[in-house]
């Protein structure tokens, strides 16, 4: 599973479609230290998920970061937090692993 996420953010990269920074994390500490270095706006998502239901994204405060945070994890232990970006053709799903440090 993880080649095939690595492989398909190669490919997003060489099409010119690199998402935001952003970060997997497994405890909610590191999700406000996130949000603290990052700002809103925000996309969080589980790692692992059949669909986007529980992704949530403009998480403008922190409380919607903590409520967001464990509607992700109800899905996976491991949560994916982006800085959110707009424009044409973005999705908040479009690729879990882009961007990341």
Same mark, same amino acid.
């Given at each position: 599973?993880?080649?095939?996420?690595?492989?398909?953010? *190669?490919?997003?990269? #060489?099409?010119?479609? %690199?998402? +935001?920074?952003?970060?997997? &994390?497994?405890? *909610?500490?590191?999700? #406000?230290?996130?949000? %603290?270095? +990052?700002?809103?706006?925000? &996309?969080v998502e589980p790692l692992y998920r059949k669909n986007s239901r529980h992704s949530t994204g403009n998480i403008l405060t922190r409380s919607d970061l903590v409520q967001a945070f464990y509607?992700?994890?109800?899905?996976?232990?491991?949560?994916?937090?982006?800085?959110?970006?707009s424009g044409v053709g973005n999705s908040s799903t479009s690729s879990v692993n882009n961007g990341f440090k």
């Open positions: 599973m993880h080649f095939f996420i690595w492989l398909q953010s *190669i490919g997003w990269r #060489l099409l010119g479609r %690199d998402n +935001a920074e952003g970060e997997r &994390v497994v405890l *909610i500490k590191k999700a #406000l230290e996130f949000y %603290d270095q +990052a700002g809103p706006p925000l &996309v509607t992700a994890q109800d899905v996976s232990p491991w949560v994916v937090l982006r800085k959110e970006i």
